[in-house]
């Protein structure tokens, strides 16, 4: 038995290569660990919590998790001692197929912080694929005239293993006629021919069995067989003949269907049907070689049948034939080796997982949002990609490993100005021409509470009319929050104050959600002219955010208030006015007054006189002052007039409608002879009355002026203060009572009723002051004897509320 075995290639320079990558891989930062295939579940692989620099108590709150794409659940970490260990079957052929690398990438994810760690689990192969050939029964057809050394192809077993596991020995089961021929090709590639030493003689040896044996370079080796049954055929004994035995071609990869691949051309030395040549491929071709070419039997043109993918398949190895028609028919071999070049055929695919949505306006830069993988199935610059963001946006990627990137955040956020960002991930390859993705994501921002509620203004001015019903509506206030939901939910509130004695909530009130206020019970003008307060509007935040603004509630005056009567003079009663008056004064001589007052203001307290006739009376000899209240004579008094004079004048206001009060003036005629001494103390009383009348006209005069004046300046100041600054609360204290002032030639009043006011800002409370022009001297006397004065031209003058 003659037997021949391929020697074992030197793998060193390959081990050594591979322990320089994992040096350069170790330096980089990555934890590489290696396990081989096929590993039992459980079996240790490495203590990643410890070299991650992970406490073991810590992986469970932080959410230790691990994630590896496409690779299912293949390995698995137990939380409780951090070690990864073997959770499944790992086939390093079902993961690799023949790459010489192979491995496991996981991505570790962990919160609080966020961290992403890359971890590599090579895959190392073991010996656990025997060689395979193509079939287990071979027949080859020898022509008994075939010369010594004549070949024959075989067609190799192949391993799914790599390395030293993949590397392949074959023997030949001893044989008289034939030994086997292998010859190295490159590191992977053996060409195996069957050699003829001896001469066949078909009517001695018909038929020679061999068995040929592949043994693998594992440890433990495995093998692998196939029978070879070889017949003897006689007569055609020229075989075709090509001029090489192997052929190389490049092809570009998704070429046109059809497309020629090579033309084959054999000779047969033979003649006639001997050396008609027939091609075919040979029949131990895998389906991946029919299903993608066909060969033309006449020509020996090949052609592409099926769309060829580089990403699919590298590389083919065509067995072809060429038989002759001769009796029987001979036959030639070659292969044809056909490698594809790869083109830019494939886009770039692009993932992202969501992290953190939606993230909160406030936070920090840096922050993760989500993790972005890429890959193409291109090789070479072709499969290199570029990832980038659309812009405009807050956000930037941040590469943590290749091929995969973090999206995090750039720059700060504001809800209020944008609510949510479309992002958009370009990832673009290096292929000519350039090839691209997109994926995109939309990105919520959450609100958090950074905005207070805002009123429209400052403050208000409201303008209510007095004894309004209690709970009535007067104004209603409203603030905006640019914020949303709970954020933006305003509750309003009063800012609680004391009112004089009184707290400012039995005054007013505000609904809490429409921002309705409320008067709680009636105004009284003349108590409480201005009520200023502030209402608060605060949102339902955490914390909560306000702000205020300021109302002003005027109360306007109505004429509530009938006049009163004053008593004549000190210590007098309020009841009626008595006084002497001599027989012997002449006309229009003052003989009383009556005083009254009005509480309300303006003109609800601009007061007239009215002199009421008795019925069926005769005309009296008196009158009295339409604004002054003083009773004079219209002529001199005589003998025929009554002793004693009941007079009732009425006292009306200007308001809407008037309200009035009636006095009653006693007087008693007396001789002037029976009262020297009332009438000198009288006559006396008048001149000195007259002379003090004309001194307060003056100062009447002069005090109009500087309250005029006073009114105007403090207009101007009051402008200047609410343009320049906020106004600022005080509390003014009660008045006085009011004063009144009469004289022959008018009266005024000085009112300043015991009220409480709220001011917009320091200074001397608000009063009132209402002038009356002094009477004109008396006018013509009608025929009925009556003095009437020219009432036109007694003109008020009204200042109130400076």
Request: charged residues 20%; aromatic residues 6%; negative net charge.
């Amino acid at each position: 038995m003659v037997s021949s075995k391929s020697r074992a290639v030197d793998i060193r320079p390959l081990l050594l290569s591979f322990l320089l990558l994992a040096a350069g891989a170790a330096g980089s930062g990555q934890v590489h660990y290696s396990v081989p295939e096929e590993a039992k579940h459980g079996t240790f692989v490495g203590r990643i919590a410890q070299d991650l620099g992970l406490e073991v108590a810590e992986l469970v709150p932080r959410l230790f998790r691990v994630a590896s794409k496409g690779r299912g659940d293949l390995l698995e970490v137990n939380l409780q001692n951090g070690i990864l260990f073997v959770n499944s079957r790992i086939d390093r052929e079902e993961l690799c197929g023949r790459n010489a690398e192979c491995s496991i990438h996981l991505e570790v994810i962990v919160d609080r912080p966020l961290q992403v760690f890359h971890v590599e689990v090579e895959v190392k192969d073991i010996n656990d694929n025997p060689p395979i050939f193509p079939m287990a029964v071979k027949t080859i057809r020898f022509h008994e005239s075939r010369l010594l050394d004549s070949r024959f192809p075989l067609e190799g077993a192949s391993d799914a293993d790599i390395g030293v596991n993949a590397l392949l020995s074959y023997k030949l089961s001893s044989s008289e006629f034939f030994f086997l021929d292998v010859q190295t090709n490159d590191e992977l590639s053996q060409s195996l021919s069957l050699v003829l030493r001896k001469s066949l003689d078909r009517e001695e040896t018909a038929e020679v069995n061999l068995l040929l044996v592949a043994t693998d370079g594992g440890k433990p080796e495995l093998t692998g067989t196939v029978q070879l049954l070889i017949k003897v055929l006689d007569v055609n004994d020229n075989e075709p003949t090509f001029d090489q035995s192997v052929y190389k071609v490049q092809l570009l990869e998704n070429i046109a269907n059809g497309t020629l691949v090579i033309k084959l051309n054999s000779s047969d030395a033979d003649e006639g049907s001997n050396s008609e040549i027939m091609y075919s491929f040979s029949s131990d071709v895998p389906p991946t070689i029919t299903t993608k070419f066909k060969i033309d039997p006449s020509s020996g043109e090949i052609r592409t049948k099926g769309k060829l993918d580089y990403e699919e398949m590298k590389s083919y190895e065509i067995q072809v034939i060429a038989y002759d028609n001769g009796t029987p028919s001979m036959s030639g071999h070659c292969k044809i080796t056909v490698k594809l070049v790869d083109i830019n055929d494939n886009t770039p695919e692009v993932s992202i997982t969501s992290l953190s949505l939606p993230i909160p306006e406030d936070a920090p830069l840096g922050t993760v949002i989500a993790l972005i993988t890429v890959s193409d199935r291109d090789s070479g610059a072709n499969g290199q990609v570029t990832c980038t963001l659309n812009p405009h946006n807050p956000f930037k990627l941040v590469s943590t490993f290749k091929n995969y990137y973090s999206l995090v955040l750039d720059s700060s956020l504001d809800r209020e100005r944008v609510a949510s960002y479309e992002v958009m991930v370009t990832a673009r390859d290096r292929g000519s021409p350039s090839l691209s993705a997109t994926a995109s994501m939309s990105v919520e921002v959450a609100d958090v509470n950074d905005n207070a509620p805002t009123f429209a203004q400052p403050e208000y001015t409201v303008f209510v009319k007095e004894n309004n019903p209690p709970g009535c509506h007067i104004f209603t206030v409203s603030a905006r929050d640019a914020d949303a939901q709970e954020n933006a939910l305003v509750a309003y509130s009063l800012v609680e104050r004391r009112v004089g004695e009184r707290a400012l909530s039995s005054y007013v009130s505000v609904h809490a959600e429409s921002g309705k206020v409320y008067a709680l019970q009636p105004l009284d003008h003349e108590e409480l002219e201005l009520l200023q307060f502030q209402v608060s509007a605060r949102d339902a935040g955490v914390p909560p955010l306000g702000s205020n603004v300021t109302l002003q509630v005027f109360v306007l005056d109505e004429n509530d208030n009938a006049p009163a009567l004053l008593p004549p003079g000190p210590g007098g009663g309020a009841g009626a006015v008595s006084q002497l008056v001599a027989r012997s004064v002449g006309a229009g001589h003052v003989v009383a007054k009556v005083r009254a007052v009005d509480a309300d203001s303006g003109y609800n307290a601009w007061l007239s006189y009215e002199l009421q006739a008795a019925a069926g009376a005769a005309r009296s000899p008196f009158r009295v002052g339409l604004y002054t209240g003083e009773i004079s004579t219209t002529r001199a008094l005589d003998e025929a007039d009554a002793p004693r004079q009941r007079l009732l004048v009425l006292v009306k206001d200007h308001g809407e409608p008037a309200l009035t009060a009636t006095a009653t003036v006693l007087l008693s005629l007396e001789d002037s002879g029976q009262a020297p001494k009332a009438s000198s103390r009288a006559s006396a009383g008048v001149a000195g009355t007259e002379t003090a009348l004309v001194d307060v006209n003056v100062y009447l005069i002069v005090a109009i002026c500087a309250v005029s004046s006073l009114f105007v300046l403090t207009l101007l100041l009051y402008t200047a203060l609410r343009c320049s600054a906020p106004p600022s609360e005080g509390a003014c204290g009660p008045g006085k009572p009011r004063l009144v002032c009469s004289s022959a030639v008018g009266s005024w009043s000085y009112s300043q009723q015991r009220r409480q006011r709220v001011c917009s800002g320091e200074g001397p409370p608000k009063t009132d002051l209402m002038a009356f022009s002094p009477s004109l001297p008396a006018g013509p006397i009608s025929a009925d004897g009556e003095e009437h004065p020219d009432v036109d031209a007694a003109i008020p003058a009204i200042v109130s509320n400076f």
